[in-house]
T-cell receptor
Framework: DGGITQSPKYLFRKEGQNVTLSCEQN?????MYWYRQDPGQGLRLIYY???????QKGDIAEGYSVSREKKESFPLTVTSAQKNPTAFYLC???????????FGPGTRLTVL | AQSVTQPDIHITVSEGASLELRCNYS??????LFWYVQSPGQGLQLLLK??????LVQGIKGFEAEFKRSQSSFNLRKPSVHWSDAAEYFC???????????FGTGTQLKVEL
């Protein structure tokens, strides 16, 4: 089945630790995105990548880092510099925004 | 900056009643607009999209939306709501020179049986 996989579904970390969220897609999409979702704030763009080995900051990139070494993979690292990391993180991909953006099932990160 | 506003945070309707969720956008040119739905703890699913042409757009699950340039609106409608439609609905617009999708804050729909 084609789609976007995010793992794990739930993730717990201690404050001060870096954590990496996985995102894999087999849709052959060039573009990939990371969004953060908090109650009442909708989705906010963290980083996006339109092609392998290239990525751009979104609206709330501080405290996050990404890499795009392979077309199908776009991992997100939540660093200790991120002041409020507890949130629901959604990965998405697209063959072009006009065709629509397709989302993975999300990872809920809780920092204790 | 281009953006979308969803003025209703929560809406409750009875099963079988009609539904309209509001979305207003701010953009100079013709915007590219979308509606997504999210079930609790899940990712988002695309319901429909508008780029140009016919201002009434049909989507999946019996939803439709109408683009009204004069009102800067792109409201989502459904003639008869089912209990399974209870979810959160997001309006979105392409921004950032065509490179980003910006979302509204969402409308939570509750369906009373």
């Amino acid at each position: 089945d084609g789609g976007i996989t995010q793992s794990p579904k739930y993730l717990f970390r201690k404050e001060g630790q870096n954590v990496t969220l996985s995102c894999e897609q087999n849709l052959n999409h060039d573009a990939m995105y990371w969004y953060r979702q908090d109650p009442g704030q909708g989705l906010r763009l963290i980083y996006y990548s339109q092609i392998v080995n290239d990525f751009q900051k979104g609206d709330i990139a501080e405290g996050y880092s990404v890499s795009r070494e392979k077309k199908e993979s776009f991992p997100l690292t939540v660093t200790s510099a991120q002041k409020n990391p507890t949130a629901f993180y959604l990965c998405a991909s697209s063959a072009g925004l006009r065709t629509g953006v397709f989302f993975g099932p999300g990872t809920r990160l809780t920092v204790l | 900056a281009q953006s979308v506003t969803q003025p209703d945070i929560h809406i409750t309707v009875s099963e079988g009643a009609s539904l309209e969720l509001r979305c207003n956008y701010s953009y100079g040119a013709t915007p590219y607009l979308f509606w997504y739905v999210q079930s609790p703890g899940q990712g988002l699913q695309l319901l429909l999209k508008y780029f140009s042409g016919d201002t009434l757009v049909q989507g999946i699950k019996g939803f439709e939306a109408e683009f009204k340039r004069s009102q800067s609106s792109f409201n989502l409608r459904k003639p008869s709501v089912h209990w399974s439609d209870a979810a959160e609905y997001f309006c979105a617009v392409i921004t950032g020179g065509g490179n980003k999708l910006t979302f509204g804050t969402g409308t939570q729909l509750k369906v009373e049986l």
